[in-house]
């Protein structure tokens, strides 16, 4: 059984902060990465993590706003995101591998269902 649940998702304005949350079951994971797709676009890339936590990719978009960090005591992902703007608005998708990391979505072998960001302006 493995599970990928997100939360932390809401209705926030522009400058504000969110951070979500991303807790793995069923296995311990390698890679761990964040994504997301707006209405009517393709799903992209926002952050990957290794597993030991020294090793992170993000997206030109959100570098310097976003941090993505680990704890792999609790199997969990975090995204940290500052400085939201609307054009962050979207599902982000947690996502995990065990294997390697990354910001290919096809390395990932497990998807959560998503939380919606909603950015206000």
């Known amino acids: 059984q493995v599970q990928l649940v997100e939360s932390g998702g809401g209705f926030v304005q522009a400058g504000d902060s969110l951070t979500l949350s991303c807790a793995a079951s069923?296995?311990?994971?390698?890679?761990l990465g964040w994504f997301r797709q707006a209405p009517g676009k393709e799903r992209e890339f926002v952050a990957a993590?290794?597993?030991?936590?020294?090793?992170?990719n993000y997206a030109v978009s959100v570098k310097g706003r976003f941090t993505i960090s680990r704890d792999n005591a609790k199997n969990t992902v975090y995204l940290q995101m500052n400085n939201l703007k609307p054009e962050d608005t979207a599902v982000y998708y947690c996502a995990a591998t065990p294997r390697g990391w990354g910001s290919d979505d096809w390395i990932y072998d497990y998807w959560g269902q998503g939380t919606q960001v909603t950015v206000s302006s």
């Open positions: 069923g296995r311990t994971f390698i890679g």
């Open positions: 993590i290794s597993w030991s936590g020294g090793g992170t």
